[in-house]
């Protein structure tokens, strides 16, 4: 009879699914903005290979588990420093000028003049993890994309967000196969993020129009996971998100609080170690209920990770290998800007490299 | 495993009921039209940008968003494709200078005395406006048919009315900047070259000249009008550009009015003083 309470929460869950707010009606044809063009979240080569459904897999080759009640699993104390770059890195001195507000006409022309979509990011992170606790130092987090629309008269769509934060995340497993966790978050981002007609820039209005934003943010994050040993090592994992404090709230940057579940299995293989996810989360403020659904799969065959991951907003896939000291990965990623009738995919490529001990 | 099953029955329900409640919403608003106009236009299917624009007009007369987007359809079917307004439209502090290029009819001297002093301004006007925007010498030059389209964007955005954005004054007077240039090269220069050279010199038809002049300096005045109302701050020193423009423009047509009735070799006079004040380098004969 026990699975008939499995069950019930699970019909619990949908429910919470299907009763979601259908937020984005005109989202057929949006812009640009989507989950995978303007996120808000900090994540490594391998997350972003499985397409952000991360939170219920125990463990992460290179960073810190998503949800902070997998800390138990870490065997052994671990230090490292990743850095991740995307294509589109001649961009990133502009971007970097932009979003410290050295905006003059060269800068202006050299971003929306030469090409119609621009996407940057990079990273670096110095991760410290145990079997108690973990902690990670981001100095530089830069991620930029805009889309110039309508030759005649450019329309641009612009989120450039470059962040500095510390993490700390600790966990417990309370009750055997069932874990909770917490984590500390706290950040300092400036941002742009606007959408305007590049002639907009030439108007009195639109003189300090592009001026960054500044804010600074606290947040408590705690995370829960219970675990089916005997089902495929099923997990249903959830994690409440962006709880906390913000120095100034802006409208066009909300980060709403949000309950985010998942749901993964790890069915044996006969070679290597083979897990899936399927997770409910929002990455970007304005996304539907189906959005939200992303599907990831990942398998490691000694050194090497594959990663793979699916939303409505595209695809994703990655592999990564991770030695004792030394570890890198490449990613490549396809993102939907426009769609409807006109699919219109931009691709990515990402390159992480990284080092421990 | 079968609780993995009914794990699989439930997801696919939720999605199910996800998708439908998503495929209830699939009807196009404004704002999606508009999107779509922009992806057409980007992909030079322009006429069927018009197309679905002016069905949404014809649905929305009052949304001056799909107004605005109908005009730079219309706009990019005259040839238009704009990518460095920015940097154009920042020189706009420079047109305070056209004040200095401005001189008045007296009427102490003699009438070719002040048609050399006018059209010396008017050349000055001119040849100094073309100077003043980067954007000038970056936009091609349309076509008499292209022209069509430009005048009809510009005439969309009249509709809208004193309530114009700042950026659609500014994209208006961008767009009479191109018929500008349009009416420059092919009123004046176009209207040289197709006359026959004889005796050294070229028949000018002074009567297209002076609407010509009338109807650049009515471009020019209506610039400036949108480029009081994109740049506020300067609306001061603008207004005084467009005073004296107005009086010269209407100084230099009198004048040249005047010499068609007075002066049959007038229209090699004013030719030649054309050439003398400046716009004799836009002006070519026999094809120098």
Redesign the interface.
Known sequence: MWWRLELFFLFILSAYFFFQPQTSLAQSLAFSRNARTFDSVQSTLFVKGMGHACLSMLRLPDGLPCNPAHVPFQKKPELGIQTLLSNGYSSLSNVRKLIKGEINQELVDGLFSESKIIQIEASADINFKTNLFNARYTPLNVKGFSVVRNEANPDVELSIVEEEGFLFQSGYEVYPNFLIGAQVRTLQRKFIKKRFKLVFLGTSEGKDYLKPETQRALYLEPGFTWIFPKLWNFRVSGMYVNWGDVSKDYADFPIPPELQMSVGFSPPVPWGHLDFSIDYKSLEYDESGLEKIRLGMAYQFGAMHFSTGLDQNGSSAGIYYGLNQINAGVMFSTTRVLNENEEFFTQTVYVQLGWGI | M???I??AL??S???T???C??NQ??D??S??VI?????L???QRTDEAIDVLEIELSKNPGNQKVR??L???Y??KGG???????????K?EALSDLSEAVLGRDEGISLSENIDKIALSTAKIFSHFSNVFALYESIPTVTKDESIYVSHAISLLDEIGDSIP??D???RA?LSIVLFKHLFSENLIGEVLKTKFEAGGCQLNIGEINDSIIKLGKLLLSILRDLKI????QAGDLEKVSDEISSTTSNLTLATSSLIVIDSAASVFLQQNFIENGLGKLIRCGGD
Request: glycine residues 0%; proline residues 2%.
């Open positions: 079968k609780f993995l009914q794990v439930l997801s329900m939720t999605l009921f996800a998708a409640s998503k919403s699939t196009l608003n704002e999606d999107l779509k106009s922009y992806m236009i980007d992909s605005s987007a005009a730079s359809a706009a990019h238009i494709r704009v990518q460095k307004l920015v940097s154009a439209v920042a706009v700042q950026e004054a500014l994209y961008i994109s740049n506020p701050s």
